[in-house]
């Protein structure tokens, strides 16, 4: 019981002289200042200086006491924290899944008012494709009950053609039952024979016109004929007009050549070209051996026809010869002289 006061008489005689008459002053500031420590110290250290200043007084231990009730209450008040944040956790959570339950349900609301749209639209298709078939239903009925008049018409004439049928059938059973006049035997036979007659007659005259129209064909051919040849004719003209000119300038010039005409012929009996061979009384289309002047005798193509004989050089059918040659292969010559060349 002595020490704690020895120890306080020490540190109050430690104390500046001043700092001993103001003693409540003192009271009221050295708990502050022990509380901040206590605050400030770990709590092994706070046992330690319990522990040291148990022997203290009364009052220091009811201020630590108080030191002990505020520790329970901050840790209470963080355990209090901790439930909190969980709980603000949680309710986060829930409300995320809540958030998107609410954007599922819109997503599912928005495609339910799609939904709805089509069927509204659909509903309307409906409607007007009820309406067109309550229109047509109508133009059928009318329709129908046209037909019915028709058919109670077609009924009835039905009826009068077979009244008249058997009207007729009777007619004819008493006309077979009466034998015929002499009168009407002569008309029915002088009938027939004017039937008859116009029969030949037609018969005549569709002979006549197959006839004309015979004639009319080969009268066709001739003029197509004759026109060909003057076609030809004339091509024959220019050609020797235009081989006179020449022949007359190489007559001008002192070293021209003399070339033997189309009747001229060959020592060995070849025909010069097409055309000597025409006037030597060929006049069959068909390969032939020319052999003009300066040049070995070969085989070629003569076609005689309009009065004069022509060269064939080149003759294309139906396309199944390749005519995309080279030059040399057009120079010597390629194909068949009776068909493709």
Not at 123 to 136: G, S
Not at 179 to 194: C, D, G, R, Y
Not at 241 to 249: A, I, P
Request: glycine share 6%; hydrophobic share 35%.
């Amino acid at each position: 019981p002595e020490q704690p006061q020895s120890k306080s008489y020490h540190w109050e005689k430690s104390l500046h002289p001043e700092q001993r008459e103001p003693r409540a002053g003192n009271m009221k500031i050295i708990p502050v200042l022990l509380f901040l420590a206590l605050l400030a110290l770990p709590a092994g250290t706070d046992k330690d200086f319990f522990s040291v200043g148990s022997a203290g007084s009364p009052e220091t231990k009811a201020r630590f006491a108080m030191l002990d009730d505020v520790r329970i209450l901050a840790n209470g008040l963080l355990q209090l924290g901790h439930g909190l944040k969980d709980f603000v956790h949680k309710t986060k959570g829930q409300m995320n899944d809540i958030f998107q339950k609410l954007y599922i349900f819109d997503r599912s609301f928005y495609e339910l008012s799609l939904q709805t749209s089509e069927i509204k639209e659909e509903e309307e298709q409906l409607r007007q494709t009820t309406a067109r078939l309550q229109i047509n239903n109508e133009e059928i009925k009318n329709l129908s009950q046209e037909m019915n008049l028709k058919i109670e018409d077609l009924i009835q004439n039905k009826i009068q053609l077979q009244e008249q049928v058997w009207g007729l059938e009777d007619k004819v059973t008493k006309l077979a039952i009466i034998q015929p006049w002499v009168q009407e035997t002569e008309e029915i036979s002088s009938l027939k024979a004017f039937v008859e007659q116009q029969d030949n007659d037609i018969k005549q005259l569709l002979k006549t016109v197959e006839d004309q129209h015979m004639q009319l064909d080969r009268q066709h051919n001739q003029i197509m004929e004759l026109e060909d040849k003057l076609n030809h004719i004339e091509l024959q003209e220019l050609l020797e007009n235009s081989f006179t000119g020449e022949h007359q300038e190489a007559e001008t010039t002192p070293s021209a050549v003399h070339k033997p005409t189309a009747g001229t012929y060959r020592a060995d009996g070849a025909a010069a070209d097409c055309t000597a061979l025409y006037h030597t009384g060929v006049q069959t289309s068909g390969v032939y051996t020319i052999q003009p002047n300066g040049s070995e005798a070969f085989n070629v193509y003569c076609e005689m026809k309009f009065g004069t004989s022509w060269t064939v050089i080149q003759k294309r059918v139906d396309g199944s010869l390749d005519f995309n040659q080279t030059w040399d292969a057009y120079a010597d010559g390629f194909g068949d002289l009776n068909g493709k060349y």
